[in-house]
């Protein structure tokens, strides 16, 4: 029965057993061949390197040995990176890398080279090149008594040792080289650095100044990238902070030096800047000047005042308004100052407040803090409270020079010097005082509001208002006008609330084409915003009584 079963599945099933046999051979054969054999290598032992042998070879054998690549890595290699052996310079662990070429396999093996006498330690540093005729110090280290190092560059004077280290003295620029050689061992070892030329800093001087307010000024030197340790010195009167470094503070004006010196070589450069004073006593000014202006210490002073004589008359004062600013201590909360005014020549008029009442106390920060009135014959109130006692304050009064036109002259080049100060409770206060003088037939300079009489024409034959140019504008523009006759004139700006904005022009004028100057700012001094605004003329001839008024428009565009 058993054999009968035996028979029936060899005959049935024997194709498909032998196809399985094969199968199994096959896929055991590839498996044999895909399989990737590593190369057995061994490295060789340990070599040395030492003062006279200065080179030591690592070896590898490999199992194949054909067929194979070598690649060697390690510090100091000198030849046969891709050999069985390399030679090398330095000491340190080697490593090989052996490829087998055909199966793709790899090993890899380390090989050690090590020193058997070390050379000497060794370390050196150069500094630049001195300019003060000093020698240049180069030096190496650290100091052993069995080490002798010897120097050798285009400019060395002396070399010598202490227990710091080794040095040498030279006086060029250039490479200079230490060799430095142990003296039990024979072993030597080098370095070098470079001794670079001469390098000056480079300079920028600047100062923040002093103003009225700020009675310290900073001054700075900026030096232009340099990476050496610098050393600095400052000097000047008023000096109240430190003079070593790159600023220094300052409590009084005038030059003010530094001397920026390169530590190590000597090299030096200096630089100076001038902190301006902040001119805070009394003084006059065109009307174009600002609180800020005066406090800043940027304000330029009004240098005179001028008039055409006629007739035995003052007429055409020039500029038609100024300003008179000074600051002052408030003794209290509450007090009056009081802003005083005398004449050369009694004869002449006094100088009035414009409008009467265009006189203030400003805080130091030139907040308005309080407003006063021309009490007449040229003494002005303005009454405080609320003060800081013991606080900074500013005065600033605007005058109308018209004021004193018409006033008797004894001769065409008659002048007359006004003074002013400032009292408190009837005493002076200190540095509130200064002077300006009127003279004839000269030109008064820059004012905000320029007088008409600074251009006279002969006599036009009718009265008119021209356009005013620029327009638009930003920030000034002139206006001009025309009068037939000598007149009684005002021309005043107005916003479009018809608020009166500035007066341009107030008093007698004499006949012909004038121009005014409006530079944007109001009875206050301060800018008026941008928009429309209108100016308008009133005249009355002086000679037939005709009125005379015109209205035009103008764009003040920032």
Same mark, same amino acid.
């Given at each position: 029965?058993?054999?009968?079963? #035996?028979?029936?599945?060899?005959?049935?099933?024997?194709?498909?057993?032998?196809?399985?046999?094969?199968?199994?051979?096959?896929?055991?054969?590839?498996?044999?061949?895909?399989?990737? /054999?590593?190369?057995?290598?061994?490295?060789?032992?340990?070599?040395?390197?030492?003062?006279?042998?200065?080179?030591?070879?690592?070896?590898?054998?490999?199992?194949?040995?054909?067929?194979?690549?070598?690649?060697?890595?390690?510090?100091?290699?000198?030849?046969?990176?891709?050999?069985?052996?390399?030679?090398?310079?330095?000491?340190?662990?080697?490593?090989?890398?052996?490829?087998?070429?055909?199966?793709?396999?790899?090993?890899?093996?380390?090989?050690?080279?090590?020193?058997?006498? @070390?050379?000497?330690?060794?370390?050196?540093?150069?500094?630049?090149?001195?300019?003060?005729?000093?020698?240049?110090?180069?030096?190496?280290?650290?100091?052993?008594?069995?080490?002798?190092? +010897?120097?050798?560059?285009?400019?060395?004077?002396?070399?010598?040792?202490?227990?710091?280290?080794?040095?040498?003295?030279?006086? $060029?620029?250039?490479?200079?080289?230490?060799?430095?050689?142990?003296?039990?061992?024979?072993?030597?070892?080098?370095?070098?650095?470079?001794?670079?030329?001469?390098?000056?800093?480079?300079?920028?001087?600047?100062?923040?100044?002093?103003?009225?307010?700020?009675?310290?000024? !900073?001054?700075?030197? /900026?030096?232009?990238? #340099? @990476?050496?340790?610098?050393?600095?010195?400052?000097?000047?009167?008023?000096?109240?902070?430190?003079? /070593?470094?790159?600023?220094? $503070?300052?409590?009084?004006?005038?030059?003010?030096?530094?001397?920026?010196?390169? *530590?190590?070589?000597?090299?030096?450069?200096?630089?100076?800047?001038?902190?301006? @004073?902040?001119?805070?006593?009394?003084?006059?000014?065109?009307?174009?000047?600002?609180?800020?202006?005066?406090?800043?210490?940027?304000?330029?002073?009004?240098?005179?005042?001028?008039?055409? @004589?006629?007739?035995?008359?003052?007429?055409?004062?020039?500029?038609?308004?100024?300003?008179?600013?000074?600051?002052?201590?408030?003794?209290?909360?509450?007090?009056?100052?009081? #802003?005083?005014?005398?004449?050369?020549?009694?004869?002449?008029?006094?100088?009035?407040?414009?409008?009467?009442?265009?006189?203030?106390?400003?805080?130091?920060?030139?907040?308005?803090?309080?407003?006063? +009135?021309?009490?007449?014959?040229?003494?002005?109130?303005?009454?405080?409270?609320?003060?800081?006692?013991?606080?900074?304050?500013?005065?600033?009064?605007?005058?109308? +020079?018209?004021?004193?036109?018409?006033?008797?002259?004894?001769?065409?080049?008659?002048?007359?010097?006004?003074?002013?100060?400032?009292?408190?409770?009837?005493?002076? $206060?200190?540095? !509130?005082?200064?002077?300006?003088?009127?003279?004839?037939?000269?030109?008064?300079?820059?004012?905000?509001?320029?007088?008409?009489?600074?251009?006279?024409?002969?006599?036009?034959?009718?009265?008119? *208002?021209?356009? /005013?140019?620029?327009?638009?504008?930003?920030?000034?523009?002139?206006?001009?006008?025309?009068?037939?006759?000598?007149?009684?004139?005002?021309? +005043?700006?107005?916003?479009?609330?018809?608020?009166?904005?500035?007066?341009?022009?107030?008093?007698?004028?004499?006949?012909?084409?004038?121009?005014?100057?409006?530079?944007?700012?109001?009875?206050?001094?301060?800018?008026?915003?941008?928009?429309?605004?209108?100016?308008?003329?009133?005249?009355?001839?002086?000679?037939?009584?005709? $009125?005379?008024?015109?209205?035009?428009?103008?764009? *003040?565009?920032?």
């Amino acid at each position: 029965m058993g054999i009968l079963t #035996i028979s029936r599945l060899t005959r049935s099933n024997l194709a498909a057993v032998v196809m399985t046999m094969m199968l199994f051979v096959v896929l055991f054969a590839g498996s044999a061949f895909a399989t990737t /054999n590593n190369p057995v290598i061994q490295c060789s032992g340990v070599d040395s390197i030492n003062c006279t042998k200065l080179t030591a070879t690592t070896c590898v054998t490999s199992d194949p040995s054909t067929n194979v690549k070598y690649a060697w890595y390690g510090d100091g290699l000198v030849s046969g990176q891709d050999q069985p052996c390399a030679v090398w310079n330095m000491p340190g662990p080697k490593t090989v890398y052996v490829t087998d070429l055909i199966s793709g396999g790899q090993s890899s093996c380390v090989a050690e080279v090590i020193r058997t006498v @070390p050379l000497p330690d060794l370390y050196i540093g150069c500094n630049l090149l001195r300019c003060d005729g000093q020698l240049t110090q180069v030096s190496a280290g650290p100091f052993d008594p069995n080490v002798t190092v +010897s120097w050798s560059g285009p400019g060395v004077v002396s070399n010598g040792s202490n227990q710091f280290g080794y040095f040498a003295l030279v006086n $060029q620029a250039g490479v200079y080289t230490a060799l430095a050689t142990n003296n039990v061992t024979g072993c030597t070892n080098s370095a070098w650095c470079e001794v670079m030329p001469e390098v000056h800093p480079k300079l920028t001087c600047s100062n923040d100044g002093l103003t009225c307010t700020k009675t310290t000024s !900073t001054t700075t030197v /900026n030096v232009e990238s #340099i @990476p050496y340790a610098l050393g600095y010195l400052w000097s000047g009167d008023g000096l109240v902070g430190p003079n /070593n470094g790159p600023t220094a $503070q300052w409590n009084a004006p005038g030059p003010k030096k530094v001397v920026v010196t390169i *530590l190590n070589s000597g090299c030096a450069d200096s630089c100076t800047t001038e902190v301006r @004073p902040a001119s805070c006593d009394g003084h006059m000014f065109p009307t174009q000047t600002t609180c800020d202006d005066f406090t800043n210490g940027t304000a330029t002073e009004l240098s005179q005042i001028c008039y055409k @004589p006629e007739n035995g008359k003052v007429t055409v004062v020039t500029p038609g308004v100024f300003f008179y600013y000074t600051m002052f201590t408030a003794p209290s909360a509450s007090f009056c100052v009081y #802003i005083n005014q005398s004449k050369e020549v009694a004869a002449w008029k006094y100088f009035g407040v414009h409008q009467g009442n265009q006189a203030y106390v400003y805080t130091a920060g030139c907040a308005p803090f309080a407003q006063g +009135s021309d009490l007449g014959n040229g003494l002005t109130r303005i009454c405080v409270t609320g003060a800081t006692a013991g606080n900074k304050y500013v005065i600033r009064v605007k005058y109308t +020079s018209k004021s004193i036109e018409g006033s008797n002259i004894a001769s065409d080049l008659a002048t007359n010097e006004y003074k002013f100060w400032t009292t408190i409770g009837g005493s002076e $206060q200190t540095g !509130t005082r200064d002077s300006i003088t009127v003279y004839p037939n000269c030109s008064a300079g820059a004012s905000a509001f320029a007088d008409p009489g600074d251009e006279v024409s002969s006599a036009p034959e009718a009265f008119k *208002l021209g356009a /005013n140019f620029p327009n638009p504008f930003n920030p000034t523009t002139q206006i001009s006008f025309d009068l037939a006759d000598p007149s009684d004139v005002r021309l +005043s700006v107005y916003n479009m609330l018809g608020q009166e904005v500035a007066t341009l022009v107030q008093g007698i004028t004499s006949a012909g084409t004038h121009h005014a100057e409006w530079n944007a700012t109001g009875h206050d001094g301060a800018v008026v915003p941008s928009g429309v605004y209108v100016y308008r003329i009133q005249a009355r001839s002086l000679v037939t009584g005709k $009125q005379f008024s015109d209205v035009k428009k103008m764009l *003040l565009m920032k």
